[in-house]
């Protein structure tokens, strides 16, 4: 239940109100306050006398126990929250009230407040930058809060009001900003400035919004805009989607099926004490009176089966998913510990920012994957470069062929520039010969690229120049011109100046058009000192060469093959235009843009219209070619992760043929593939042709190797996938942005994913961030296939957010993606320890938990069940009510969260070397109804055993000394020690990977059962507690008889032998692949041993032998180096002649036959 005060009504635009708080008091903000109730109904029941047969503390401890850890869980996040909360809130910030400055706590500043802010101060809240210590208003900010950039940007007072720098101006300062409501856009604001009867537009470089540092800047003033929980950094960090696992939905339904099963136990019970009742009771009346508010059996029947639902609880075990958070956590804390998964470059290690889903990465079977920054390291190097139809970069031999890195010689001597950036190598010495001649296109060329930019430059020493920039890609340009000749020296807002080939100049800037992802290009108009007013243009080449003058056709022509000769090579490409405005034209254009700025409605719109209109006709400069090399690991980790049956999918903003061949280089696309098809259509129709095309390629493909598939009747959409899934031959799609927006439109959206799933590798060119995640709820919709989406960019936040898993890469491009993602790490190579070993394992263990823990709770439970036939259907219990309490939080808790915790089926270098092991999980094999029913079943069987064996030993046994050894306690004490016994065995045969902690847990678990049991039943706790303990020596006595052993060892040898001998017969005529592997460890180490044993014998070993032996020690290694890796996953099959793996395939056929999921139809079956 959620208390919560009235929310305000959403904004359609705010106005704020200088020096105003009694008009801003609206913008005010509530809090919320929730209470949670757990397992009322339960406690409720447990306190009618009338009903509850069991003293209150049976149910009331294990479930304070419980709520305790989750109130401490909750309670330590809470207080970390708190505290941080109070950190920043308590921060201090100088704010002018009445004409004074005072001093104000953050969470006291209200919108309308004028602050200061001094050097390195934090800022407190949406500002509008009022004045500044620097020139012209301006100052200087860091935003790593925000955008996780630490290289500084500017910000600019508008001019009306960068002169209020006096306290006495600023308190008399009544203007009124009518702007954009709140909203999480980090990028643009758009308002006005109502002041003095005139109106100024605004934008976002007029703004500092909450968490930036104010750098370099003596102080300035700002206004509040927004304040709380409306600024953009809190619109930002709002609720993300809560992400659920599978086994977590899964685990809802099973527990709502035993809660029914339990709701019928109880009416069976209920049904047969009316029967005893009204049958059999009434003899009894005498001795054993109703109770006074009991008038009939029937009514009797009613408290009875309220008290068996009290007495069988534990079968809906209330401790479950706190013991499945504590697993989870343990798993988190193995990725966050792991060293392999630490990148001592960066000092970062991996992190696991949520504890709920780490089982779901072994389930994966769709990685979405941005490119640059992700496969790509994203530092960039200026490469190649193309000026008025010549190439410059590569260099040559004397035979006249390209010469490779290492056969190249020395770098371009840059020692004639002083200012030149000492690390940057270039190798083509034409290129500065052509500068120091003098040529005209080339200075234009370099003119260019130090001038159409926002890069920050600072100059620490006299020489030294350190570029700040907001992306690589324009750093490594604006360092080429500098190292050319062409030196960015420094900014003003109004002024660019330049050292050009050792000479200063200063240009006038008179309009920065920015870049944007709908514009994909950017613009510069400035003034040089002979006053020509010239535009400098640069973008991607899909848009700027549809803007270009007709006259550079010609030089077009070659500009394009040099482009795709680049693109070709992997290089990142930009087109460079300029274009001379005469002084009328650019005065008119000017104040259009201007009166754009101001609108209030659709101003983006009018801005872009404007932008357009002076961004045409252009003349070609030439392109720029910057290379992106591919991160350390990648052609290994996908070539790995393919072999796992995890479809690979890259997303990317690049151009289609760097994205191909980027995909050649990290071996997603093979020469080995029958087909890659390449979609470009630009019309529905198109799109859709180009699809089916593919599709019948597949097919005709697949008939004429044998594989007989026909179509006599028309296929449903999921019957079509599936056998789409399951051609023969191995192909690739490749899909342009535009030919992907029709793609994914209604109609078509079910034939792009038929298409795309039958493909070994889909890459997908030139997509918005808006497409990506598109792309990725495309395939969640239409697939039940787990899906993770990993990127580096504010770009990638969208579809990491959308997909089951998100991976944030901590790389060159800000921190936003890691702070939207539940796991992060610094390289893409660490995704496959990340799935293949931690995903893997946390699946396994938490199936062989949840498979253990239901039927340790049946086994426990069901004999109240049955003993309810032999008392009368009266609720008494079998066990002692202390036993109940302590069997599920001391006898039985611990071994399982060692199991849950700590368990492996094979080590983590054959996880790896076996990337066949991870299908179970992606088929759902380990944990599903099926495997639940097994576990109910295999309860219910023990819990027979459980309570008939004894009964049957009891009713004729007798003592030592001859008398009778049947009564209740001794009963009670005999199952009780055969179940702890038996599960106890029962957890011994599940775990697979011994240590010390489960040898611990699981023996002490006994002993301490043992402890508890003499212990309450001993003289002294009952001379303390009489009225509680009242059986003294009655385990003592009941243990020391040999038939009593005898029946808990045959108990224990019944219920077990059959486990053992279905798992005996299962390893030797249906092993699974895990079975095999570690079956295969078990002869390599065997055959170390004899190595080792004929070594010291002093005798040589053939070559031969040799051979075969080195041979299997480097079976890891030539996985890993990604050689030949389809060979290597099927050279198991040389360990065993019995096929391992088809039921697998069988059971994929099955499941993409029912559900339309995804297969691994294509793959060969791996025998074992």
């Known amino acids: 239940m959620a208390l919560c005060a009235k929310k305000r009504p959403p904004e359609e635009e705010r106005r704020a109100r200088a020096n105003d708080r009694e008009y801003n008091e609206k913008f005010q903000y509530a809090f919320q306050e929730v209470a949670n109730t757990y397992f009322l109904f339960l406690l409720i029941l447990q306190l009618i006398p009338q009903i509850s047969s069991l003293s209150w503390f049976t149910t009331i401890v294990p479930l304070v126990l419980v709520l305790t850890i989750t109130a401490v869980k909750d309670a330590t996040d809470d207080y970390f929250r708190h505290k941080s909360d109070n950190q920043v809130n308590n921060r201090q910030s100088q704010v002018l009230i009445n004409g004074i400055l005072q001093q104000e706590q953050w969470m006291n500043v209200c919108v309308g407040d004028i602050i200061k802010l001094e050097n390195n101060q934090f800022v407190a809240a949406d500002l509008l930058l009022l004045s500044s210590s620097e020139p012209h208003g301006l100052c200087y900010i860091e935003t790593a809060e925000l955008d996780g950039e630490t290289n500084m940007k500017v910000r600019q007072a508008i001019p009306v009001t960068s002169e209020l720098g006096d306290i006495n101006k600023l308190a008399k300062f009544d203007g009124e900003v009518i702007c954009e409501p709140p909203n999480n856009k980090l990028d643009k604001f758009s308002g006005t400035l109502y002041w003095k009867e005139n109106k100024f537009p605004l934008s976002n470089q007029n703004m500092l919004l909450r968490g930036c540092v104010l750098r370099n800047t003596e102080w300035c003033f700002g206004l509040v805009i927004f304040a709380g929980p409306d600024t953009k950094l809190m619109q930002n960090s709002g609720r993300t989607k809560f992400k659920r696992t599978s086994i977590d939905r899964l685990m809802n339904t099973l527990v709502l099926w035993i809660f029914g099963f339990l709701i019928c136990m109880g009416v069976i019970l209920a049904i047969g004490n009316a029967i005893w009742e009204h049958e059999v009771g009434t003899r009894f009346q005498v001795y054993l009176p109703w109770d006074e508010a009991v008038d009939s059996a029937f009514f009797s029947g009613f408290l009875s089966f309220w008290s068996y639902i009290i007495i069988l609880n534990t079968v809906v075990p209330i ?68 000026i008025n139809g010549r190439s410059y970069g590569d260099v040559f031999d004397v035979l006249g062929h390209k010469a490779e890195l290492g056969e190249r010689p020395e770098s371009v001597d840059f020692s004639f520039n002083p200012l030149a950036d000492k690390k940057f190598l270039f190798w083509d010495p034409s290129l500065l010969e052509a500068v120091k001649i003098g040529d005209p296109h080339t200075h234009e060329f370099f003119r260019l690229l130090s001038l159409c930019h926002t890069v920050m430059s600072e100059e620490k020493n006299e020489g030294e120049l350190y570029y700040k920039a907001q992306s690589p890609d324009e750093g490594a340009l604006v360092t080429a011109a500098r190292n050319f000749g062409f030196v960015f020296r420094s900014r003003t807002p109004k002024t660019i100046t330049v050292h050009e080939m050792g000479t200063a100049i200063t240009y006038q800037l008179l309009a920065i058009l920015d870049f944007n992802n709908t514009r994909k290009r950017m613009s510069v108009i400035v003034r040089n000192p002979e006053g020509k007013i010239r535009l400098y243009c640069k973008g991607a080449d899909t848009i700027l060469l549809d803007r270009l003058h007709h006259s550079t056709q010609e030089l077009l022509n070659t500009t394009m093959d040099h482009l795709n000769e680049y693109a070709g090579e992997g290089l990142r490409t930009l087109v460079l235009a300029y274009k001379d405005l005469d002084e009328e034209y650019y005065e008119e254009w000017a104040e259009r843009r201007l009166q754009a700025s101001l609108a209030q409605d659709s101003r983006e719109d009018r801005l872009a219209s404007i932008y357009e209109e002076v961004e045409n006709n252009m003349m070609l400069l030439g392109a720029t070619a910057i290379e992106d090399k591919l991160q350390q690991g990648v052609p290994e980790t996908i070539a790995l992760l393919t072999l796992a049956n995890i479809k690979i999918w890259v997303l990317t903003g690049d151009k289609q043929e760097t994205a191909v061949n980027i995909g050649y280089s990290c071996k997603m696309l093979t020469d080995d593939m029958t087909e890659v098809f390449i979609v470009t259509g630009r019309t529905v129709l198109e799109v859709r042709e180009e699809l089916r095309k593919a599709r019948e390629k597949m097919m005709d493909s697949s008939r004429s190797v044998g594989n007989g598939f026909t179509y006599q009747e028309k296929l449903s959409s999921s019957k079509l996938t599936s056998v789409l899934e399951a051609v023969a031959g191995e192909y690739a799609l490749v899909i342009n942005g535009h030919s992907l927006a029709h793609a994914l439109e209604a109609d078509m959206e079910l034939e792009f994913l038929e298409t795309a799933c039958a493909c070994k590798a889909v890459i997908c060119c030139r997509v918005t961030p808006l497409q990506k995640a598109q792309v990725v709820e495309l395939v969640k919709k239409y697939k039940k296939a787990v899906t993770l989406a990993i990127g580096d960019g504010a770009n990638d936040v969208s579809m990491i957010k959308t997909a089951h898993i998100g991976v944030g890469i901590s790389g060159q491009e800000g921190i936003q993606a890691v702070l939207a993602s539940d796991y992060s790490f610094s390289q893409f190579k660490f995704l496959q320890r990340l799935l293949l070993v931690h995903g893997r394992w946390s699946y396994l263990r938490m199936c062989k938990f949840l498979c253990y823990f239901f039927y340790k709770n049946f086994a426990f439970t069901m004999v109240h069940f049955w003993f309810g036939f032999f008392c009368g259907f009266s609720a008494q219990t079998v066990y002692d009510q202390y036993f109940i309490t302590l069997y599920n939080i001391v006898y039985t808790s611990l071994p399982v969260l060692a199991m849950g915790v700590f368990d492996q089926d094979v080590p983590e270098q054959r996880s790896m070397e076996y990337p066949k092991l991870y299908e179970p999980g992606q088929l759902n094999l380990l944990f599903n109804k099926r495997e639940f029913f097994i576990c109910i079943a295999q309860g219910i069987y023990t819990s027979v055993l459980m309570f008939f064996i004894p009964y049957g030993v009891f009713a004729d046994a007798t003592r030592d000394d001859g008398t009778q050894l049947a009564d209740y306690q001794s009963f009670a004490v005999t199952v009780a020690t055969s179940l702890v016994i038996v599960v106890s065995v029962q957890i011994g045969l599940d775990t697979g990977y011994w240590t010390a902690i489960n040898h611990f847990f699981i023996w002490g678990s006994l002993a301490v059962y043992f402890a508890i049991l003499f212990a309450m039943h001993s003289n002294g706790l009952f001379d303390m507690f009489p009225n509680q303990f009242r059986f003294v020596g009655n385990a003592q006595n009941t243990l020391a008889q040999p038939t009593v052993w005898l029946t808990i060892v045959l108990t224990t040898v019944v219920c077990i032998m059959p486990v053992v001998a279905f798992r005996f017969l299962r390893l030797n005529l249906k092993p699974d692949l895990s079975d095999t592997v570690r079956y295969t460890q078990l002869v390599r180490k065997k055959q170390k041993a004899q190595h080792r044993c004929m070594r010291r014998v002093g005798r040589t070993g053939s070559r031969r032998s040799g051979y075969a032996f080195s041979h299997q020690e480097g079976f890891g290694e030539l996985i890993m180096s990604g050689k030949n890796m389809r060979l290597s996953s099927l050279a198991l099959s040389s360990f065993t002649t019995r096929s391992s793996s088809s039921w697998i395939e069988s059971l994929r056929r099955k499941k993409s036959d029912s559900a339309s999921s995804p297969n691994g139809g294509a793959d060969k079956p791996l025998k074992g």
């Open 319 to 386: 401790s479950l998913y706190v013991s499945v958070e504590v697993i989870r956590l343990g798993h988190s804390y193995f990725i966050n510990w792991d060293k392999k998964m630490f990148c001592m470059k960066k000092r970062t290690p991996a992190e696991a920012r949520t504890t709920t889903l780490n089982e779901e990465l072994g389930q994966v079977e769709y990685i979405f994957s941005d490119k640059t920054g992700t496969l790509t390291q994203n530092i960039m190097f200026f490469n190649k470069c193309s």
